[in-house]
């Protein structure tokens, strides 16, 4: 991101796995896309495969796609295509190691992450928050867990930071490889700014740091008409319409299930948005009439129309509050990764039906879950409480204008003022007391140490005592 003299500002946006030609010409940014689409695909989808049978270890195939997307960065060119322009700032979602490198490298002052909710979980030691109210990533917990689940949640946690510094060096060693040195260390986390988008009234709340920032939820917003005409034709044939929409996990759930869902409920509208390339050519051909395909639609107009009933969801951030923005009850079909935390809180709030393991994804249980969401309102409990959500939501800060003026703040004044320089200067252990723990428990140990002699020595001296006292009188006795 470039900061003009106009006070405008000229985006450069990275991004991988991209089809350049999808976004417009006419904008204030450049698009700059890189990477193998459909390889990155297979492997993302072996990897989502992986993650929901275990949320720690899964975590290896990532590494594998990870260091991919590192190698097709480098060998893109675009290193040496960007050099050229001073950037005044960096945007990214979550940390990964290119963001790394193009801060390091083309020497950014100012640095922003866009999070969604339930990254700052695998970062809760740098921020001072409590694992015990923060769910691991890929967790069905709540913020109120039992001792099994907090115990769980530990080792999770824990063990999600383990396998991070594990993958550490093998991402490093990626740009070693061709000549970048890169520093890897925790300051880049420290010293940056952070929005997280955190539907508030929605998600869980907890304490952050002042350069820790809550946005609203960023996509919804009131929406426009629908503009395809074929789209319209269909949404007035049915009595009730829903909107079906799965993204990635389209490849490790049965879809077989999902065909049988659409033939059971034959009198509703089922409106499919995925890339066709999700699943098989066969499969598609078995769609029934009452189904729609399509392979883009504009997500919050078409939720945002009264026309459609509900949604059945993977679960993802954006997807969930457009949703609630909107009013729509849902079936949340959340197996992955963050999709998992999202669901737990929609279960816990009550405004779906919602499914965490793909073998719980079986035909009786999606008609089930439609089934519960599409009651009349009268005995609709989650469709009233999607109305309450939806009401928190919109009444919200507007998150763009609340994202323009953070950027213009940073600008402006920079966010150094708002560190905790104890996270940055103290160590993860130091932040979290452990080193006071251990004095504390070795105060107490000696302590104990302490009275278990005084109290050995009482007792011994009183022995002693009574020792005595009985020879005395076994003297007297003697002496009588």
């Known amino acids: 991101m470039k900061h003009s003299k106009d006070s405008e500002y000229v985006y450069h946006i990275l991004v991988h796995n991209t089809d350049k030609s999808a976004w417009p010409n006419d904008g204030p940014y450049k698009v700059y896309g ?16 992986l993650v929901t049978k275990h949320p720690v270890f899964g975590f290896s195939r ?14 893109s060119g675009l290193i040496e295509e960007l050099k050229n322009i001073q950037f005044d700032m960096l945007i990214t979602d979550i940390p990964n190691f290119i963001s790394v490198f193009v801060r390091e490298f083309y020497n950014i002052e100012h640095s922003v992450y866009l999070w969604p909710p339930s990254i700052p979980n695998v970062f809760f030691h740098l921020f001072e928050l409590n694992p015990t109210i923060l769910p691991a990533m890929g967790s069905s917990y709540f913020d109120v867990m039992s001792f099994s689940e907090r115990f769980m949640n530990f080792f999770y ?13 093998d991402h490093v060693n990626v740009f070693r490889k061709y000549g970048y040195e890169l520093k890897w260390t925790c300051a880049h986390i420290y010293d940056s700014f952070f929005m997280i988008q955190y539907p508030k009234g929605f998600f869980l709340n907890s304490g952050f740091p002042p350069k820790v920032i809550r946005l609203n939820a960023i996509t919804p917003k009131p929406a426009k008409p629908l503009d395809n005409p074929k789209l319209e034709k269909f949404l007035n044939s049915y009595k009730k319409k829903i909107y079906f929409s799965q993204g990635t996990i389209v490849k490790i759930i049965d879809f077989e299930n999902i065909l049988g869902l659409f033939h059971h409920f034959k009198d509703y509208g089922f409106v499919m948005s995925f890339k066709t390339s999700m699943t098989s050519k066969d499969l598609l051909s078995k769609l029934p009439e009452n189904v729609l395909l399509i392979d883009w639609v504009n ?15 993977h ?18 079909l959340g197996v992955t990764l963050d999709q998992i935390n999202t669901a737990a809180v929609a279960n816990k709030r009550k405004v779906r039906v919602i499914y965490h393991k793909i073998e719980e994804i079986t035909l009786e249980n999606l008609i089930y879950g439609l089934e519960e969401i599409l009651k009349p309102e009268n005995e609709n409990e989650y469709l009233e409480n999607v109305r309450e959500i939806g009401k928190l939501i919109r009444s919200n800060q507007d998150p763009r204008e609340e994202f323009t003026y953070w950027i213009d703040y940073i600008f402006r004044l920079g966010y150094k003022h708002l560190l905790v320089r104890s996270y940055i200067e103290h160590h993860p252990y130091q932040v979290q007391n452990y080193d006071v723990y251990t004095v504390m428990i070795f105060i107490i140990f ?3 140490l302490l009275l278990k002699k005084i109290v050995v020595c009482f007792f011994c001296s009183c022995k002693a005592s009574n020792t005595r006292n009985k020879q005395k009188f076994n003297s007297s006795i003697s002496f009588l």
Do not use: C, W
Request: zero cysteines; glycine letters at 6%; a negative charge.
């Open 157 to 169: 946690i824990n063990g999600m930071k383990i396998m991070y510094r594990i993958f550490k060096d």
């Open 62 to 75: 990532f590494n594998k796609a990870m260091m991919q997307t590192y190698e097709e960065f480098i060998q």
């Open 446 to 448: 000696l302590i104990y």
């Open 315 to 332: 679960g993802g951030t954006n997807s969930v509050s457009e949703s609630l923005y909107h009013n729509k009850p849902m079936v949340i």
């Open 299 to 313: 997500q919050n107009d078409l939720l945002g129309d009264p026309r459609i009933h509900a949604f059945i969801t």
């Open 34 to 49: 890189y990477g193998d689409v459909s390889y990155y695909e297979n492997v993302f989808s072996h990897a989502l495969d």
